[in-house]
Nanobody, 112 residues
Framework: EVQLVESGGGLVQAGGSLRLSCAAS????????IGWFRQAPGQEREGVAS????????YYADSVKGRFTISRDNGKRMVYLQMNSLKPEDTGVYYC?????WGQGTQVTVSS
């Protein structure tokens, strides 16, 4: 069974940092690209960042470029999202994703 479990969310002031973690199990981790999405209240879920399995190439949404960094540790089956210079508009539930599989999400709240 594919499982993705996020952690690391919380409440932080604008300008602060958080590091989200995604623990993966139930599949051959090295074979898959992994992404982070987020959903703010009343808004659609949007892609934030992704990382390939092959060479670790990364993609970022324009809104987070230069502030967020995605990384993966294949040995630990983990994907991380380092979020710096957080803004109130970064508030939302952050989800780890692989194809049609989603984690339960972790709440990030950035106060102004």
């Amino acid at each position: 069974e594919v499982q993705l479990v996020e952690s690391g969310g919380g409440l932080v002031q604008a300008g602060g940092s958080l590091r989200l973690s995604c623990a993966a199990s139930g599949f051959t981790f090295d074979d898959y690209d992994i992404g982070w999405f987020r959903q703010a209240p009343g808004q659609e879920r949007e892609g934030v960042a992704s990382i390939t399995n092959s060479d670790g190439s990364t993609y970022y949404a324009d809104s987070v470029k230069g502030r967020f960094t995605i990384s993966r540790d294949n040995g630990k089956r983990m994907v991380y999202l380092q979020m710096n210079s957080l803004k109130p508009e970064d508030t939302g539930v952050y989800y780890c994703n692989r194809d049609q599989f989603w984690g339960q999400g972790t709440q990030v709240t950035v106060s102004s």
